[in-house]
């Protein structure tokens, strides 16, 4: 059983930059794939970012694809979200997720995760 525990939300103005961070316990980390999802008022959850279990390939959302940065500390059992550029439409709440899953893949769908945070609540204003 892996837990996961977000960090570092919070409301901010359009074109600041916040960082997320997920600690992980209870498994090894470097066994999992990791991916951060968000889910604003009203719309299913969707995919942000995710990061292989080695060698830090990296997979993201259009929506976010030059803004936001995903990185994995093995060492720490962590996984960053680096935020820049913020928008309002980027108000939601932000889960991390881990999934067991060969060296190199980057899932993109919750579906393919096995365990999940609580979130942590962004909220940019305009």
């Known amino acids: 059983q892996v837990l996961l525990v977000e960090s570092g939300g919070g409301l901010v103005q359009a074109g600041d930059s916040l960082r997320l961070s997920c600690a992980a316990s209870?498994?090894?980390?470097?066994?999992?794939?990791m991916g951060w999802f968000r889910q604003a008022p009203g719309k299913e959850r969707e995919f942000v970012a995710a990061i292989s279990r080695i060698a830090g390939f990296t997979n993201y959302a259009d929506s976010v694809k030059g803004r936001f940065t995903i990185s994995k500390d093995n060492a720490k059992n962590t996984v960053y979200l680096q935020m820049n550029s913020l928008k309002p439409e980027d108000t939601a709440v932000y889960y991390c997720?881990?999934?067991?899953?060969?060296?190199?893949?980057?899932?993109?769908?919750?579906?393919?995760?096995?365990?999940w945070g609580q979130g942590t609540q962004v909220t940019v204003s305009s």
């Open positions: 997720a881990a999934d067991w899953t060969a060296a190199l893949v980057r899932p993109s769908t919750p579906g393919e995760y096995d365990y």
């Open positions: 209870g498994g090894t980390f470097s066994s999992y794939a």
